[in-house]
C-alpha cells in the first residue's frame, strides 16, 4: 500500500511464495496494481482476492484499493474476472491469508465504486511549502522511511494541514552521500543526513517557524 511496503519487497515476495499468492503495488513499485491484475486476466485467472498489506504506519487509505481496483475493472476489455476485496487492511501474511479465506472479510468490485477524480483533486493545492522526501535507494537505506514518518507526523502535532504542507515522497535527489535527504521548496532549502530527530527539528524551526536549520542544510551550487 505505501513506500514503505515497497522498501520491503523481498519480504513481501517470499510470504506471497508461501500463500501461492502474487505481489503489486498501490504506489511507488512495480509491478503495479493495474499491470498485475492485466496479467493474472490475460492469464485466464477467473476469481482474484486482493488483500491490502500496511508493513508502516503511513499508508493511505484502504478505499483506494477499491477505488484503483475498481477503476482497472471498468476500463478492462474482454474477460473481466471477478475481483473480491478484502475488507481491512493485514499486517502480517497470516492475517492477510485469514482475510482471503472467509468469505465475510471480502467484497466483491461491482464497477459502483468513486472514480479516481474528485472535484476535491481538480486545483494545485494551496500549500505554502512542499516538502520532498528522497526515497530512492540510498536513503532508503539510511532510514528515509523513519525520515518520512517523523515529518508527517511532527506535522501533525505542529497543526500543519493541507494549507501549509504538501509532503511528497520523491525517487533520488542526487547528493547521494548526504542521505537521507530533504529538501523544501519554494525554499530551496536541502538537508542532508536527516534522520528521524533532525526532521523533528526541521517540521519546529522551518516548516512551523520559518527558520531553516542550518545545521543539517546543504550548500547549494548554481551557475546563475
Known sequence: MSATDVDRRDELVGWARDHDASVAFLQMGDPSLSQELT???DAGTQTITLTGISLGPLAPGHSWLRRIAAHWWRERTGCRP??????????????????????????????????????AWEQVPSHVRQVLICRGPRCTAKGSDETARAVILGAMEAGLGDDDLLI?????????????????????????????AAARVIVRDHLAGGRPVEAHRLPRFTDR
Open 39 to 41: 496479467r493474472l486476466a
Open 82 to 119: 471477478e475481483i473480491q476485496v478484502a475488507t481491512r487492511l493485514a499486517t502480517t501474511p497470516d492475517e492477510a491469508a485469514a482475510l482471503v479465506d472467509n468469505p465475510a472479510e471480502t467484497r466483491p468490485i461491482t464497477g459502483t465504486e468513486p472514480g479516481l477524480t474528485s472535484p
Open 168 to 196: 511528497t515522497h520523491t525517487g533520488c535527489q542526487f547528493p547521494c552521500n548526504q542521505a537521507p535527504v530533504l529538501s523544501v521548496q519554494p525554499d530551496d532549502v536541502w538537508y542532508g543526513k536527516v534522520e528521524a
